[in-house]
């Protein structure tokens, strides 16, 4: 069965914004829903792997409503978060309202084309945002180039567990958990089945970690967690 909101071709962009835009509101507390909370655990191993300070310039793409920008930020970096979404940058926006930290702001823009000189920043992070584009070889290649040497590039996102039993087990908790809980907390069960059908096109963690040893950066280590249902990617140019 196909995803309404899943496109393997030039529609992908229109498509995932239809899919943000519809569930932006509910984003963070669907995002506590079906992973139980636990993605603000692996967003805090990825800033920690950032090695954010005053001084550093960091760059979170596909930031979403902010989590990783603004943890970013807390640790003093002048932290940049880009979107393509108009909607979830309003949460972010209003998110930013309340917690008033001066070194953060978030704009719009493809981060397969960013809007930014070659060089520019100490961090590049993407959360959750990799596996969405049209070209995520092409995501990569913008986080390259952005990047200034020695800059930490991290890519956090759902993985595929090495393991064909847990794959197996994983894989049906997103293909009947996952759309259940978008149906009851956001009436759409495709929003959330959308997961399952990116990530059977996604090469997942061990490919991008390929990308990066092909970009020759340096120290790349693949940090699986829960067996490799998701995955921290990190290298330094």
């Known amino acids: 069965m196909s995803n309404e909101f899943y496109d393997a071709g030039a529609a992908r962009a229109t498509k995932v914004n239809d899919l943000f835009a519809r569930i932006a509101?509910?984003?963070?507390?669907?995002?506590?829903l079906q992973s139980f909370g636990l993605h603000r655990l692996w967003k805090r191993r990825v800033v920690k792997l950032a090695q954010a300070a005053p001084g550093t310039r960091a760059l979170d793409l596909c930031c979403g409503t902010g989590d990783i920008t603004f943890a970013l930020a807390q640790r003093g970096a002048d932290a940049t978060g880009l979107d393509f979404s108009p909607q979830m940058l309003e949460v972010a926006g209003e998110r930013n309202l309340k917690s008033q930290i001066s070194n953060l702001k978030f704009i719009q823009g493809d981060a397969q084309k960013i809007p930014f000189a070659e060089n520019s920043f100490d961090i590049v992070t993407v959360g959750y945002g990799l596996r969405n584009l049209?070209?995520?070889?092409?995501g990569v290649d913008?986080?390259?180039?952005?990047?200034?040497?020695?800059?930490?590039?991290?890519?956090?996102?759902?993985?595929?567990?090495?393991?064909?039993?847990?794959?197996?087990?994983?894989?049906?908790?997103?293909r009947l958990s996952v759309p259940l809980?978008?149906?009851?907390?956001?009436?759409?069960?495709?929003?959330?089945a959308y997961i399952l059908e990116s990530l059977k096109h996604y090469p997942a963690q061990l490919a991008v970690a390929e990308?990066?040893?092909?970009?020759?950066?340096?120290?790349?280590?693949v940090i699986n967690l829960l067996g490799g249902a998701m995955a921290i990617n990190y290298g330094e140019k």
């Open 211 to 221: 990308k990066m040893r092909a970009l020759k950066l340096k120290n790349v280590q």
């Open 181 to 192: 809980i978008g149906l009851l907390f956001c009436g759409n069960a495709q929003a959330y």
């Open 142 to 174: 913008e986080m390259f180039r952005v990047a200034k040497p020695g800059a930490r590039i991290i890519v956090l996102d759902f993985g595929k567990p090495a393991n064909a039993l847990w794959r197996a087990i994983y894989f049906t908790h997103l």
């Open 134 to 138: 049209t070209s995520w070889e092409g």
């Open 25 to 32: 509101r509910r984003y963070d507390f669907l995002n506590d």
